[in-house]
């Protein structure tokens, strides 16, 4: 199975699965509700690696993160997180950029998920986090196979600013970047 597959997956579930309650910001987003997401999905594609962040996690792989069989490997291993920016991140206009969530699989294609949680304040979401979230997924496209922008919006979303959404999903769509814009209680 190969990773646009792993992709398809992941985004009929970032779409359609209810996200726990007790999620307050955006790394509660990425730890309660991502994280896992991606990690149950995984376990259905033996051949597709994810990488998230350690979260303060001292645990690695067993032996090592390069011989780890995939029942041995660890969500969250520091060691591989550490190891994944030098081939994940990209290096552009002097500067460093990195990715909430990664996946590889043994053909070497990658997959990158970039996540934002967003507060609803009187009907409108707040731009700088929206548009952030576009330039992460856009300078991850220059290197990675397939992007996902995940946006969780607590509040829900004000379709009062909606009529040109349709033309900026195809155009992402177009670069290959898929946006996945949900409700999150």
Request: glycine share 8%; with cysteine; hydrophobic share 40%.
């Amino acid at each position: 199975m190969s990773i646009a597959q792993f992709r398809d997956k992941i985004k009929a579930k970032l779409q359609k699965d209810s996200c726990p309650s007790g999620v307050g910001d955006e790394a509660d987003f990425e730890k309660i509700f991502l994280t896992p997401l991606l990690v149950r999905a995984a376990r259905q594609y033996p051949d597709v690696r994810v990488y998230t962040h350690p979260w303060n996690n001292k645990i690695r792989c067993k032996p090592d993160c390069e011989t780890a069989r995939k029942n041995q490997v660890v969500v969250g291993c520091p060691k591989c997180w550490a190891a994944s920016k030098k081939w994940a991140s990209v290096f552009a206009f002097g500067t460093n950029n990195t990715f909430d969530i990664v996946a590889k699989d043994e053909s070497g294609k990658t997959l990158v998920v970039e996540a934002k949680l967003v507060h609803n304040k009187n009907g409108r979401l707040p731009s700088g986090d929206i548009q952030r979230m576009f330039g992460q997924c856009l300078l991850a496209k220059a290197k990675h196979n397939f992007v996902i922008g995940v946006c969780g919006v607590t509040g829900g979303l004000d379709f009062m600013w909606d009529s040109d959404t349709q033309q900026v999903r195809s155009l992402f769509e177009k670069f290959g970047i898929d946006l996945i814009f949900r409700t999150v209680s």
